[in-house]
T-cell receptor, first 116, second 119 residues
Framework: AQKITQTQPGMFVQEKEAVTLDCTYD???????LFWYKQPSSGEMIFLIY??????QNATEGRYSLNFQKARKSANLVISASQLGDSAMYFC?????????????FGAGTRLAVHP | GAVVSQHPSRVICKSGTSVKIECRSL??????MFWYRQFPKKSLMLMAT?????????EQGVEKDKFLINHASLTLSTLTVTSAHPEDSSFYIC???????????????FGPGTRLTVL
């Protein structure tokens, strides 16, 4: 069964430090996509970064990078130089092709708190 | 980037009434939209996939007669919560699928969400 697991319900990091948010996934489909979204208290879902299952290199988007370890089925998000505005809920998601459509399944989320 | 709006952002209604939530893609056409439900401090759960001009595909355990979805045009999908009860109170989020030209893959753009409170 397809599943996304985020084992860290909450994380704390000091401002300007780097932090890693864990995500593992389970699928038997060879073709899939992995996403990270940020959800601040306002509720909007903000796309951060994407990694395709066939991508050879780890994805990077500014201060965000994805540590993709395919054999371990992990897709950890690394945020470098944390800022106070990074405090939010972070969701890892996997896209699956099902019934003719790509749909996303989400992990339980990790709440990140950045301290000054 | 692509913008998706939802209306209303908040709604409070009495038990037994029906509530309609609109999801619009403002600057792109979306043949496929998705509806999610999120309980406080929980993850997003996909409720259904909405396709323009055809019936929605509901996830297991989601009552299609309770949550009516209509995707009448390429820019609008609506979710109607019929005969709402307090247990339907939740944060409802829609997303619209768009094709990202340079990468060649589909992306989902999320609306800002609608907070429903049923008294």
């Amino acid at each position: 069964a397809q599943k996304i697991t985020q084992t860290q319900p909450g994380m704390f990091v000091q401002e300007k430090e780097a932090v890693t948010l864990d995500c593992t996934y389970d699928t038997s489909d060879p073709s899939y996509g992995l996403f990270w979204y940020k959800q601040p208290s306002s509720g909007e879902m903000i796309f951060l970064i994407y990694q395709g299952s066939y991508d050879q290199q780890n994805a990077t988007e500014g201060r965000y990078s994805l540590n993709f370890q395919k054999a371990r089925k992990s897709a950890n998000l690394v945020i470098s130089a944390s800022q106070l505005g990074d405090s939010a809920m972070y969701f890892c998601a996997m896209s699956l092709f099902s019934g003719g459509y790509n749909k996303l399944i989400f992990g339980a989320g990790t709440r990140l708190a950045v301290h000054p | 980037g692509a913008v998706v709006s939802q209306h209303p952002s908040r709604v409070i209604c009495k038990s037994g009434t029906s509530v309609k939530i609109e999801c619009r893609s403002l600057d792109f056409q979306a043949t496929t939209m998705f509806w999610y439900r999120q309980f406080p401090k929980k993850s997003l759960m996909l409720m259904a996939t909405s396709n323009e001009g055809s019936k929605a595909t509901y996830e297991q355990g989601v009552e299609k007669d309770k949550f009516l979805i209509n995707h009448a045009s390429l820019t609008l999908s609506t979710l109607t919560v019929t005969s709402a009860h307090p247990e339907d109170s939740s944060f409802y989020i829609c997303s619209a699928r768009a094709h990202k030209g340079t990468s060649g893959r589909y992306e989902q753009f999320f609306g800002p969400g609608t907070r429903l409170t049923v008294l």
